[in-house]
């Protein structure tokens, strides 16, 4: 079966997820609403939930405004553990294409590091993503981020 | 202090006291001390209390079962054939083998997987592999009864949708251990029958008892949470009350939404760095837009149930949540998130956006995690020293129309302390001897 | 397939209040003497890995090894807790000196 996709286009995808990741290692949360689109959706589930056809998430922000309000609220409100992440994640797999959207799935972990410089597996999962292909960039239409590790460790702050 | 020479350096824990009958001064050894862990599984989980198991709604049909931990105990509550519920521990009577292996399932019967012992879903033994033996040979005898082989059972006792189970012999009701208060606010939210919206799951590396104190504690919520601050989901100068029962345990605390004004808030945080931001705006507002469930005002409502529940109203998002001890070091946190079943599709998704405050990644509790986490790491081979809880004042436990108080943290001590046996000796008791090394 | 009678042991083989393995093809037996009567049963217990021809005969009933769940051996019903569901139950005679069960 042919890819959906040329090996351009792959590559654009799989810098748009190294660079996601990337933005949100060197703590520019800035940049990271920028990766979606203005009418994205952003949710982190947990597993055990998405498993079992229950709808609570942890995160669930519902278009850009709210993914700035996540942004904000960490650096002007929000106290959590002082750490810096690192994102590793598998190679895309693209799994549909419509038109300008393409269907994506990628494993990923994210590991924290604290101040001490131990690291751990902070959390584990699949994503499932379409993707916006626009001439300039790509963009996320939609994340669902499928959580292994429902038994968050302390709490979730910096986005995965 | 009496008996200082013994309190706190003393490993005997028959002679360790609290320092005062206030309950105003907590020893820090109480959150680390090994000992003093494992007395707290015997005399608080396994002793007169009611813990939480589960809601009725996680068992909705015969069979249905939920694998929960009261304490460090590992209990499988079920709903039988005739709609009661059941609790058993999850340990086999053969060999001691974990018998339920799944969080969560249905089924008539539970097989050790061991030896294929079968147990019913309420703990009943009902079947033993090669009991007569095997063309003549082996077996158990004659005289074997199964009725004496059966899992340990629980009393369980349901509330409003909430399953209760006790470890102790003859436990009282759970009305009486619950008291006018809780039942009084269980009632206020537990008006319909539950739906189930998931679940949060938390593992902080901080003592169990240090979440109590947190959730018992309206002094730090609007100081900590600058969230709630900044949007009047929770401040200190709001109308608010605290209540508390007699036995110290369980508390409810509360506020009511837009009953301080912008002035008197200015006022009150002015020497607290940036916790009330009146500039503060969110992109998207509808965050915080929440049709009231109930008419009293009532934005946020912390119920907390000694020694292992916590129900929360927030806005418009309905939980309990379950305290599991990790050892000293460590507590599993398990949130489960409903609303009622004749909720439209509108005002479920409103619970389900509001989901962003709460829960491990809440933008008004997310704090809770970090804070008892650094006094976990802070207390780190201390062995003498003790906080200072006097926020509202000494003197007895009670309720209280405001908010500014630290009362039910001393409320929480005082029941702790009493089924530890730690309360403080009366005036002349005779010290027990000292241990011999 | 049209059923058909099979022999599967001689009637001496098998004593009032007994139970024996027994196969047709692919199918396990459980075979039983009531007096004059034998009964079949299939050799699976419904509730768990077991056979029922490892178990014992008690009151017209057959209790299997396992977790002694009752079934009536006439029919495969099932008599006690914990098996609900029956087992399939198949006609038996003995003719001659053949015991036979129809399959």
């Known amino acids: ?160 | 202090m009496q008996d200082s020479d013994y309190i706190f350096r003393e490993h005997d824990l028959d002679r360790f006291r609290w320092p005062d009958a206030d309950y105003a001064h907590t020893p820090y050894r109480v959150f680390k001390d090994s000992a003093i862990y494992e007395r707290e599984m015997e005399k608080v989980f396994r002793g007169p209390t009611w813990g939480y198991l589960a809601l009725e709604a996680e068992l909705p049909e015969a069979g249905s079962f939920k694998s929960v931990m009261l304490g460090n105990t590992p209990v499988v509550v079920s709903r039988e054939e005739d709609g009661s519920f059941s609790a058993f521990v999850n340990r086999c009577a053969h060999r001691g083998a974990t018998v339920v292996r799944e969080e969560f399932g249905k089924a008539d019967t539970h097989a050790c997987i061991y030896h294929q012992w079968c147990y019913s879903s309420a703990g009943d033994l009902v079947g033993v592999p090669y009991r007569r033996g095997v063309s003549g040979k082996g077996g158990y005898p004659k005289d074997f009864k199964p009725a004496q082989h059966g899992l340990r059972k629980l009393h369980v006792e349901s509330y409003k949708g909430l399953i209760f189970g006790s470890l102790q012999n003859e436990p009282g009701t759970l009305m009486a251990y619950l008291g006018p208060h809780i039942k009084e606010h269980l009632d206020r939210i537990l008006v319909k029958p539950l739906k189930v919206l998931g679940y949060h799951r938390q593992r902080i590396s901080a003592n169990w008892k240090l979440y109590f104190e947190n959730i018992k504690d309206p002094y730090h919520a609007g100081l900590l949470h600058m969230f709630a601050a900044t949007f009047g989901t929770y401040r200190s100068t709001q109308e608010g009350y605290t209540l508390v029962s007699d036995g110290g345990g369980h508390s409810i605390v509360y506020s009511v939404m837009g009953t301080d004004d912008h002035d008197s808030v200015s006022e009150h945080y002015k020497d607290v760095k940036d916790k009330y931001q009146t500039d503060f705006q969110l992109n998207d507002g509808t965050l915080l837009q929440w049709t009231p469930d109930f008419d009293d005002g009532i934005g946020n409502l912390i119920i907390s149930v000694f020694p292992n529940l916590v129900v929360q109203q927030i806005l418009n998002t309905l939980a309990t949540r379950q305290v599991r001890p990790l050892g000293p070091d460590g507590m599993e946190l398990v949130w489960t998130f409903f609303g009622f079943e004749d909720d439209d599709d509108t005002l479920t998704d409103d619970r389900l956006r509001q989901l962003n405050l709460v829960g491990p990644a809440g933008y008004i509790s997310m704090e809770d995690g970090e804070a008892i986490r650094l006094v976990q790491q802070a207390i780190q081979g201390e062995t003498d020293a003790t906080s200072f809880i006097q926020m509202g004042g000494l003197g007895p436990i009670v309720d209280a129309d405001h908010v500014v108080t630290e009362v039910c943290t001393r409320g929480f001590w005082k029941q702790y302390a009493q089924t530890m046996e730690f309360a403080p000796r009366e005036e002349g008791a005779p010290v027990p001897e000292k241990a011999h090394d | 397939m049209s059923k058909q009678w099979h022999s599967v042991m001689k009637a001496g083989e098998l004593e009032d209040g007994e139970v024996a393995a027994a196969r047709i093809g692919d199918m396990p037996l459980a075979v039983f003497r009531l007096g004059e009567q034998v009964f079949a049963l299939h050799d699976l217990c419904s509730h768990g890995n077991a056979r029922l021809s490892e178990g014992f005969v008690e009151d017209g009933c057959i209790e299997c090894p396992l977790h002694q769940g009752l079934f009536d051996i006439r029919n495969g019903c099932p008599m006690s807790p914990p098996v609900k569901e029956p087992v399939a139950s198949f006609p038996a005679r003995i003719e001659g000196d053949d015991i036979q069960v129809c399959l």
């Open chain 1, 1 to 160: 079966m042919t890819s959906p996709i040329d090996g351009d286009l792959y590559q654009r995808v799989q810098d748009l997820y190294q660079n996601y990741g990337h933005a949100i290692d060197v703590d520019d949360l800035e940049a990271w609403p920028e990766f979606f689109t203005a009418d994205a959706r952003y949710c982190v589930i947990p597993r055990e939930n998405h498993d079992r056809g229950l709808p609570a998430a942890l995160i669930d922000c519902r278009g850009r405004p709210m993914l700035l309000d996540r942004v904000v609220a960490l650096r002007t409100a929000n106290i959590y553990n002082i750490h810096f992440d690192r994102h590793l994640v598998s190679p895309a797999v693209i799994t549909g294409r419509d038109g300008d959207v393409l269907e994506s799935r990628v494993n990923f972990t994210v590991m924290q590091t604290d101040q001490s410089g131990v690291t751990r597996l902070f959390a584990a999962g699949v994503s499932y993503d379409r993707i916006r292909v626009e001439e300039q960039r790509l963009r996320f239409l939609d994340r669902r981020l499928v959580l292994d590790t429902y038994g968050v460790p302390e709490l979730l702050a910096t986005p995965l």
